[in-house]
T-cell receptor, first 113, second 117 residues
């Protein structure tokens, strides 16, 4: 199957700082990708849908100014958590979609202290 | 709005035995896709099996098979000859067909499967 990488896999930052998470598809190009958040022992919650070259579409309740998404190319998307707070601590997962399915990255664990 | 419900937070199965995980969903669409994903301790989401709603035949992938009941909006996953490596969180997911123009996935709350040696 397709390979998607995320970097970093784990990050710890101080409250008030910003953190950038990269998501890359290594062996295919995709115009659309998704960012999810997963709290402990919970399901994946879609945060936003990102199309290459255009602005991301955020789900209700997700602050677009706090979670900045840049889908710069068909193989790279970034999520920046700005002015992070402890409640932003979570597991963030990206995925790239094809017509029939989506391929997930391995996730990034963010801890805000 | 579409919803996906997994009513079993946790299940256990003896190694080599068979287990069935339940999933129900609600939609007014006639064409859609259903998925089962596995999330092992590594947290990497892995596609287990996919079912297109227009197909009457239940999907099968080696030891994994589904029982798709469209009228009942039920989509259960059967794991045969369970192995220790099957231990993971399993998520049922729904997506509208590509012709709808939307590709958003809706996930259930998950079922944690424990495999007993």
């Amino acid at each position: 199957g397709a390979v998607v990488s995320q970097h970093p896999s784990r990050v710890i930052c101080k409250s008030g700082t910003s953190v950038k998470i990269e998501c890359r598809s290594l062996d295919f190009q995709a115009t659309t990708m998704f960012w999810y958040r997963q709290f402990p022992k919970q399901s994946l919650m879609l945060m936003a849908t990102s199309n290459e070259g255009s602005k991301a579409t955020y789900e209700q309740g997700v602050e677009k100014d706090k979670f900045l998404i840049n889908h710069a190319s068909l193989t790279l998307s970034t999520l920046t958590v700005t002015s992070a707070h402890p409640e932003d601590s979570s597991f963030y997962i990206c995925s790239f979609r094809t017509e029939s399915e989506q391929y997930f990255g391995p996730g990034t664990r963010l801890t805000v202290t | 709005a579409q919803t996906v419900t997994q009513s079993q937070p946790e299940m256990s199965v003896q190694e080599a035995e068979t287990v069935t995980l339940s999933c129900t969903y609600d939609t007014s669409e006639s064409d859609y896709y259903l998925f089962w994903y596995k999330q092992p301790p590594s947290r990497q989401m892995i596609l287990v099996i996919r079912q297109e709603a227009y197909k009457q035949q239940n999907a099968t992938e080696n030891r994994f098979s589904v029982n798709f009941q469209k009228a009942a909006k039920s989509f259960s996953l059967k794991i045969s000859d369970s192995q220790l490596g099957d231990a993971a969180m399993y998520f049922c997911a729904y997506r509208k067909a590509p012709t709808s123009g939307t590709y958003k996935y809706i996930f259930g709350t998950g079922t944690r499967l424990k495999v007993l040696a």
